[in-house]
DNA sequence: TATTTTAATTGATCACCGTCTAATTTCGCA
DNA sequence: TGCGAAATTAGACGGTGATCAATTAAAATA
């Protein structure tokens, strides 16, 4: 998936690289579509233990390097990045027992941090706050990478992300760093 | 497309429907990556011209009508809608000539209105400012209609998408209509 | 160890797909 | 009417996801 991303991820072609005939992969995982839950949710997982190990290193600005490992992880691993938003389960199925957890450590990492910085009294409004401001990086994210921001001659996606996730913050009356205006 | 999503739209199928060869589909597209991006061309101008027709009704608040129709048109039209970030162009193929400039249509709408709100020292900035508003609306869509937010709890996607926009344009200095907190 | 039971693995088969080419049909115009 | 150009076609090619009866390997039992 990382080489040749979803489009031209097939099934065959693991089988051949690992060894084994068709049959055992679907043997394993059910169908095509739980193979990809799996690698996407494994993905999910790389994805918060990049931005955990971020955070780990000094920093003044904890929101800002949120921000920056979002757009970073996704440029650096973008076949696996676009997999996870390109696949969509089929209507009549639901996502397999255990792997909404998995992924939903990703956003657990942003209700923290987006907690630490609210005032005690607006903790409790982390988890929607901080939902809402994965969804604004996120479209930020996406128009940098398929290069919708390209064609309108934007520059900077990764600075107005980091923008708007201050203005959003700010206005819930959070308290951190000031921006660097460069 | 529109009937059967991206993952299961077929040039096959198409000539089949309209009572040709797949050859002639072939001879007047030329791939099968210009045949989507015809089709989502046309997609973008359908979209912009239904922002617009929302505009042209009477409403106290016209960002609020441009967040709300750009939720309402991509769930109106999921299948349309995601074939148009789920396409991506090959790397060595560029967006043929004249394509990008009908689907910037829909940006234009955007530019437009939020300079309207804008003090005028600062209405230069609304094409920035703009583009980085669709990217915040663009996550808030995806996420609603992907299911993200539903699996992590979310009810009100749209009402969030709306309250960001505010914000960063507030944070711009722009004079728009109290928020219903209804 | 010899035998039986269970688990793992295979690959041929099916109905599709995008792409391409040679051959054919249709059309516009002299 | 005849001809050259344009439009259209069928079919081949190498792929795809999915299936499942048959086979092989492993484990459990005697």
């Known amino acids: 998936m990382a080489e040749v991303g979803f489009a031209r991820f097939s099934a065959r072609e693991v089988a051949k690289r690992i060894g084994y005939a068709v049959g055992t992969l679907y043997n394993v995982f059910g169908s095509y579509d739980r193979l990809i839950v799996a690698i996407n949710t494994r993905t999910f997982e790389q994805w918060a233990a990049y931005l955990e190990d971020r955070l780990a290193q000094p920093s003044t600005d904890r929101i800002a390097a949120l921000v920056e490992g979002y757009f970073s992880f996704a440029a650096e691993h973008m076949p696996l990045w676009t997999a996870i938003y390109d696949h969509r389960l089929p209507p009549d ?8 957890a998995r ?12 907690a630490a910085v609210l005032p005690v ?23 940098a990478l398929n290069g919708s921001f390209a064609l309108l001659g934007e520059t900077a996606p990764l600075d107005m992300a980091i923008a708007r996730v201050r203005e959003s913050l700010a206005a819930s ?4 760093p000031l921006a660097d205006t460069g």
Chains 1, 2 share one sequence.
């Open 93 to 100: 199925m639901a996502m397999p027992e255990g792997f909404a």
């Open 121 to 143: 009294q607006l903790r409790d409004r982390a988890p929607r706050l901080a939902r809402s401001l994965v969804a604004t990086v996120h479209g930020h994210c996406t128009f």
């Open 173 to 176: 009356g959070a308290s951190m």
């Open 103 to 114: 992924r939903g450590a990703l956003t657990d990492v942003v209700v923290r941090e987006v």
